[in-house]
């Protein structure tokens, strides 16, 4: 895995994360009672984005350390999701 296969595999975690943690702990306007003019109650009061920045940060980091660790090692192969044996035989060329 290259340096820019290693950043697109983070941004892609990092991003999947996010949009996993940003509806948790969700305040809408209309539950707390203060729907501002101009926006629906469905709004986030206070959506504590700083907060969850880092919480997506430190999550994807972990991911992707266990991710790149596993195809950098090899301990899983293309050759082990080929259930119907689609791929042939290996090749013994190197």
Request: hydrophobic letters at 50%.
């Amino acid at each position: 895995m290259g340096i820019t296969s290693g950043i697109v595999l983070f941004l892609v975690i990092w991003f999947m994360v996010l949009f996993v943690v940003l509806p948790l702990r969700l305040t809408t306007q209309g539950e707390a009672g203060t729907v501002e003019p101009g926006t629906p109650s469905s709004a986030p009061e206070n959506p504590n984005l700083r907060r969850k920045f880092r919480i997506v940060t430190v999550v994807a980091v972990v991911l992707w350390a266990v991710i790149a660790t596993v195809i950098l090692t090899g301990a899983i192969s293309v050759r082990d999701f080929d259930w119907f044996d689609r791929m042939g035989p290996p090749s013994s060329e190197g």
